[in-house]
């Protein structure tokens, strides 16, 4: 089984809180952690606390910016072998009441800018034979909720595009990897809201260092998916499992509660 080359040069997004965080510190054997994200405090603490870290601070949803990212790195120290494109928001809401402006950002992070960085340094490694992406989607990218219609989208694209990709890339020694997790304990909830006003429930739970080291593996053992946690990993496989119409039937009630 092709392997990540994590001893490498490791890019990793987002990586100033949360999964992304959990991430960094578990990411021990890459020769460079370049640690990127828009707090730059944050990111200060993060990389001093980490012998082999070093921060970049970077608006995903700028273009330009990703490009002097991506060759940035490369002047200082090659290529990147591993992209980890973790950084993502939500955006919990009946749609018609979502701020367009945080919506647009939501789906410039989510995914033009993880697309834009995936296509910089794939033919790198392809060219190489060696590298390695890691998506970080969502439970919502593989099955859909009401209010979470654009975020849902969103990861469905992830979702989508990671499938397809390790299929494409068949043979190159390049591995692609998407992790789904469910509910996680995070600033999620609190930046993307929660009209509905209930608790997520505890069993469905799972840490940020635990989706790390569970997304983690899965990269590093050449798996396509993951979903961390078995509770969520039932539950969301159940609506995986689900068809649409009974799906429609279990949600139908939500919209008009909200309203």
Request: with cysteine; glycine share 10%; hydrophobic share 45%.
């Amino acid at each position: 089984m092709t392997q990540p080359p994590l001893n490498g040069v490791v890019l990793l997004t987002g990586a100033s809180s949360g999964i992304g965080e959990a991430m960094a510190r578990q990411l021990t054997e890459a020769r460079v952690l370049v640690l990127v994200a828009r707090r730059r405090e944050r990111l200060e603490v993060l990389a001093a606390q980490l012998p082999n870290a070093e921060l970049r601070v970077c608006d995903l949803t700028d273009l330009q910016a990703c490009e002097r990212l991506i060759a940035g790195v490369e002047a200082d120290h090659g290529a990147v072998d591993v992209l980890i494109n973790n950084a993502g928001m939500g955006d919990i809401g009946l749609f018609e009441q979502l701020d367009p402006d945080k919506l647009v950002r939501m789906l410039d992070l989510n995914v033009r800018a993880l697309t834009w960085l995936s296509r910089r340094v794939l033919p790198g490694m392809v060219e190489r034979r060696r590298g390695g992406i890691l998506n970080l989607s969502s439970g919502f990218g593989l099955t859909w909720m009401p209010v979470a219609s654009a975020y849902g989208a969103s990861k469905a694209y992830v979702s989508s595009f990671s499938e397809a990709l390790r299929t494409e890339l068949k043979g190159t020694g390049v591995v692609v990897t998407q992790s789904c997790p469910g509910p996680v304990a995070t600033e999620f909830e609190d930046k993307a809201g929660n009209p509905t006003g209930m608790q997520v429930p505890g069993l469905l739970l799972i840490s940020a260092e635990a989706c790390a080291r569970q997304s983690l593996g899965a990269f590093r053992a050449g798996r396509a998916l993951t979903i961390p946690g078995f509770v969520a990993w039932a539950v969301i496989s159940a609506g995986r499992l689900s068809p649409s119409w009974l799906l429609r039937l279990i949600y139908w009630p939500l919209g008009g509660l909200l309203r």
